[in-house]
């Protein structure tokens, strides 16, 4: 018998052809799994009717994040192709990265625009710290995000088998998207168009940073999942935001990492710094209190994080629900409601 500590536990199939590699046009069609905990009934929907379940009096809490794009193409001087993928900066002049190819210590890497790398460490998971110059000379994060911005691409999830294109520029951003520093998108933001957001404008609402990185790709690797150590993200919330999230006990997070910096902030009362809670069945939610979200990855830390608001076997249920009804699942998929 399954239990909630096994990492096994939280597997399930997902038929390849449910992965959505694009996104759905007009985002309103896009389905909506709408779950009522108190009746356990499922109703199924489509985003052209999501205001209508929001609860009366919910605080909507979004995340603002602006995705970089982080995915740049260069050389080794030997020629070998190298694909970096930036994290970010950890002081004035020394990122993290993700590098795909071989490289060593002292490797520099040729880019576009006179750019170069120079490797200064190699870490696990192919993760590398370097120094970035042009013309010789040494560059800061300020510079470093310009030159991405006019060389980069976007960084699609990995389960997104194709190359990103202009499009994905807008399609991988949410329409509020503001403060630059995710390689990831919140993706429960990427259902709502300009018109969603002047509604959500007109109810009560506020924002919170959390900066994705590419943590929320690694897979949860402890048979048991108390022994997971979760990634770091930065986070920020404004004094505004503080007092209306202080002040509210219905408060509906658009996506899993609002979810998370409001459940980091409800335990500690930090409003910036690193965010590294792992909601799971273990250690439930104490302040959201609705969710929306997309569908995620078998035993990954997104699908315990909902368990944790429904249980892990109607979690589970509810996902099998999903695909017999075919849903679209992950980053550009559907949604699902927790009420």
């Known amino acids: 018998m399954m239990n909630n500590e096994a990492l096994e536990s939280y597997n399930y199939h997902l038929p390849q052809e449910l992965i959505a590699t694009n996104p759905i046009s007009p985002k309103s069609s896009a389905k909506l799994l709408v779950y009522k905990r108190n009746t356990d009934e499922i109703i199924h929907s489509n985003f052209g009717e999501f205001f209508d379940f929001i609860p009366k009096d919910s605080l909507i809490v979004l995340n603002d994040t602006k ?8 050389n080794k001087k030997s020629g ?47 993760i590398r710290i370097v120094e970035f110059y042009k013309d010789s000379k040494i560059l800061d994060e300020n ?56 509604k959500i404008k007109s109810l009560n609402h506020c924002f919170v940073t959390l900066h994705i990185g590419a943590g929320t790709f690694f897979g949860v690797e402890s048979s048991n999942i108390k022994n997971h150590k979760m990634h770091t993200e930065s986070f920020f919330i404004s004094k505004d935001s503080k007092e209306k999230i202080d002040n509210s006990n219905e408060i509906l997070c658009i996506g899993t990492t609002a979810c998370r910096c409001i459940e980091f902030y409800a335990r500690n009362k930090k409003t910036n710094g690193d965010c590294d809670i792992f909601i799971n069945p273990f250690n439930k939610p104490i302040k959201t209190k609705y969710l929306l979200t997309n569908f995620h990855l078998p035993k990954s830390s997104l699908i315990m994080l909902v368990s944790a608001f429904i249980g892990r076997e109607k979690t589970l249920k509810i996902y099998q629900n999903a695909i017999n009804n075919k849903y679209r699942f992950y980053s550009y998929g559907d949604g699902m409601l927790i009420l």
């Open 67 to 74: 995705v970089l794009k982080a995915r740049i193409f260069g």
């Open 80 to 126: 070998g192709q190298i694909e970096l993928l930036y994290h970010n900066a950890l002081n004035y002049n020394t990122f993290k990265v993700q590098i795909k190819g071989k490289v060593k210590n002292g490797d520099e890497i040729i880019f576009a625009n006179n750019l170069k790398a120079i490797i200064k460490e190699c870490l696990d998971n192919g």
């Open 143 to 198: 510079i470093i995000l310009k030159i991405l911005d006019e060389i980069g691409c976007m960084p699609l999830p990995p389960y997104i088998k194709r190359e990103s294109d202009l499009s994905d520029e807008t399609s991988y951003q949410s329409v509020f998207a503001k403060n630059l520093g995710a390689i990831a998108a919140p993706t429960a933001s990427l259902h709502f168009d300009d018109n969603d957001f002047g």
